[in-house]
């Protein structure tokens, strides 16, 4: 079986999960997912492989789906809960999904798809209960689970991850971040991403931990958790702790002082998935005495660096390879670049996924000679320490000679009192070959000449913006990454 579930028998008396106000124990969890597994074998022995998508709440049933579909031996598919129905649907006819399991709620939305297209339909709670069956042996090397790409860059991919990479990934993090059977961790991240499949719910279940589910993100819900004292670990994305920050702001001193308190007894914070915006790490320092612990990651790798549990976290950088991972920076032809100069990031272990599912064209461009896995990411190595300069085809901007990295203008934008949030892109020019461009974020009035003039006071004249753009918001994904493909068009509006 599966190394979580082994892990979860040692742990069966202990609280697992707090969801929606009840508690559920590790053996709970245990029944719960034998028995979605019992489910979806019905007559058969082992899945297979099978692919089965879930459209499930955060929360108890969610991880009861997931390992039951693991035990039966298939291939777990999650489903985004807010995406339209082409977006499902997409998923559902790449990953050919033979099985749909649902939270009652999403019956309106996938429930006719399933039926004319005669795809088995499972609504949790209006199974039909089977005879409990004798499960299959999956073993390490079984294909585990598919997530999609965020498709910031081109349209989203299946990546297929084993039970090995996942485990593999999982160990690491363990390792590095500390993690005990005393933590407690709540949840509010989206669960089709590996931020919060493996970092937050696989992570804390593995070690036996006590995971609490907040279904819908309310900040002032999340401080009225944190504020109970029993959450010691927090792991959340640069927009909800700008959301926090905001409004711990509006609070009255009094409230202000008991989070503070509440928060400086915390273990360990944690923020990735994007950019984290230098005055967002300064004041959720100010807030909870804690300086984020800034990561790097992304689906097909889990994640490669972190900076450490105990040591120095420098501010824009995202710290050091995790246990089992190797990383390098390579220039355009391949080679290895020094200390000091940009280049593309570049992963080996067995941490990396398997391949792009029925893309093995796109999979074979992946992958350097010696197995190693092409990110797409740059970054330079700063005595030990890698900071990230953004993603090659979005974020760096090559303009008269130079490349410059869209993500170093955005964290001295934000300096300005006027910005709230910024996106600085290239566009195709004749002359310059791309020019910077920036859309900002503001509720002021800003006058962008004297903006420029601010600017050069702060950054060499190549890299200040030559365009700018006032809008109301940035187009953003589930995981608040800004998507700057669909920046570019704002321009020509």
Known sequence: MPAIIRHAADHRERIAIHDEGLSYTYGDLLGASHDLASALLADQEDLGGTCVAFMVDPGFGYVSVQWGIWRAGGIAVPLCLTHPLPSLTYVL??????????????ESILGEYARNNDLRLIVLGQERMVDAADLPEVGAERDAMILYTSGTTSKPKGVVLTHENLETQITALSEAW??????????????????GIVNVVSCSLWNGATLTFLRQFSADRLFDIFLEGRVNVFMAVPTIYFKLIAHWKLLPAERQMEIHDALSAFRLMVCGSAALPVSVMEDWHRISGHRLLERYGMTEIGMALSNPLAGERRAGSVGLPLPGVSVRLVDESGGEVADGEPGEIQVKGRNVFRCYLHRPEATEEAFAPGGWFRTGDMAVLEDGYYRIMGRTSVDIIKSGGYKISALEIEEVLREHPSIEDCAVIGLPDEEWGELVAAAVVSHADIDFSALTAWLRDRIPAYRVPRRYLRVEQLPRNAMGKVMKPEVRPLFDA
């Open 93 to 106: 006819e790449d990953t050919r999904a033979d099985v749909i399991v649902i939270s009652p709620r999403f």
């Open 178 to 195: 500390g993690w005990s059977a005393m933590d407690h961790i709540v949840n509010v991240l989206p669960l089709h991403h590996i931020h």
